[in-house]
């Protein structure tokens, strides 16, 4: 599961080139302050490795290059007990640079369903944050809550704190914290939404949003609607597609019912940096599924 945040500077002969080198600094220390400033780089087609979990469970260096031969350059990983697939930082970061793919986010647990697992939001998470920094990520996103980790609306008030806490821990490193929802945030209770609660309870800058297309349509909410409300804070997506049957299956982008098209000409207001393909379940070879998708995301999407 950075953004890059810098002043506008002033374009005169004067100070053109003490702004140049100003600029040049700032990016290169990787300092994120106004996200807006910058449209998402569609160069950048990204896999949510989850999807071909099985195959980096079994093999991450030959998973990594059939990923890249497919044609994505961008991936999102997870971390968990300190490694990346069992990997360290280092070598985990070789294998992408030997094929080409840059890892601008990974995804992590919260941490309060099992005590014992280490590199988690609430357990460990200076260490997660300095293997992060290591090997250059610019998010660090919280993946998703268990069901013990849910609960009342006061209860997401703390996570909000929490969040806030993992946030300012992120910033100091020039990175970012977000969090990635499903549907189960889109339960009501006294007539409010846990998510609406994280958004409001939570700091703008310390907390942004990574929007998963699919659990937002499955809980029968408008992405755009939210990208308006909230302008800015959308800086993630979940490329994912929801099949047209009763059933509402995972299925290939642009094989469902979801209108990429339109949620994609919000993309500047949202704040998008980068965004994931993701498909939880593939009726057959994931490899097979993440080349149909990514075939349709070049003619239309980027």
Same mark, same amino acid.
């Given at each position: 599961?950075?953004?890059? &945040?810098?002043? @506008?500077?002033? %374009?005169?002969?004067?100070?053109? *080139? *003490?702004? $140049? ?8 220390? +990787?300092?994120?302050?106004?996200? @807006? ?11 949510q490795l989850y999807t071909v979990r099985d195959a980096m469970g079994k093999d991450a260096a030959g ?34 640079? @030997?094929?080409n793919l840059i890892m601008p986010s990974c995804h992590y647990q919260l941490g309060e369903a099992s ?5 988690? !939001? ?14 250059g990520l610019k998010y660090m996103v919280c993946a998703w809550l268990a069901p013990s980790e849910r +609960?009342?609306?006061? %209860? ?23 969090? %990635?929802? %499903?549907?189960?945030? $889109? ?15 939570? /700091? ?22 939210? !990208?308006?409300?909230?302008?800015? *804070?959308?800086?993630?997506? &979940? ?16 094989? +469902?019912?979801? /209108? $990429? ?17 993701? @498909? ?16 349709? !995301? ?5």
């Amino acid at each position: 599961m950075l953004l890059l &945040h810098i002043d @506008q500077f002033k %374009h005169t002969t004067m100070t053109s *080139r *003490r702004s $140049f080198l100003k600029t040049s600094a700032v990016l290169s220390a +990787g300092l994120l302050v106004a996200p @807006q400033l910058f449209a998402y780089d569609k160069k950048y087609i990204g896999l949510q490795l989850y999807t071909v979990r099985d195959a980096m469970g079994k093999d991450a260096a030959g998973t990594l290059a059939k990923v890249a031969q497919i044609g994505y350059n961008s991936v999102e990983a997870g971390y968990a007990n300190g490694k990346f697939y069992g990997l360290d930082g280092k070598a985990f970061g070789a294998l992408l640079k @030997q094929n080409n793919l840059i890892m601008p986010s990974c995804h992590y647990q919260l941490g309060e369903a099992s005590a014992t697992a280490k590199g988690t !939001i609430l357990n460990g998470w200076d260490k997660a944050v300095d293997d992060a920094a290591a090997v250059g990520l610019k998010y660090m996103v919280c993946a998703w809550l268990a069901p013990s980790e849910r +609960g009342s609306l006061d %209860h997401y008030k703390k996570l909000a704190e929490d969040f806030n806490k993992a946030g300012q821990a992120c910033k100091k490193a020039g990175i970012q914290f977000c969090y %990635h929802n %499903h549907d189960f945030e $889109f339960i009501q209770e006294d007539g409010k939404y846990p998510y609406q609660t994280l958004l409001d309870n939570s /700091d703008k800058n310390l907390v942004k949003m990574e929007i998963d297309l699919y659990w937002l349509t499955k809980a029968k909410q408008d992405p755009i609607a939210l !990208i308006e409300k909230h302008p800015g *804070r959308f800086p993630l997506w &979940h490329i994912k597609d929801m099949d047209n049957t009763s059933k509402q299956m995972f299925t290939e982008v642009g094989n +469902g019912v979801i /209108d $990429f098209k339109k949620i994609f000409t919000h993309s500047d207001k949202a704040g998008l940096k980068y965004f994931f393909v993701e @498909q939880d379940i593939c009726p057959g070879n994931p490899f097979d599924s993440i080349s149909q998708s990514i075939t349709y !995301i070049k003619k239309n999407l980027v």
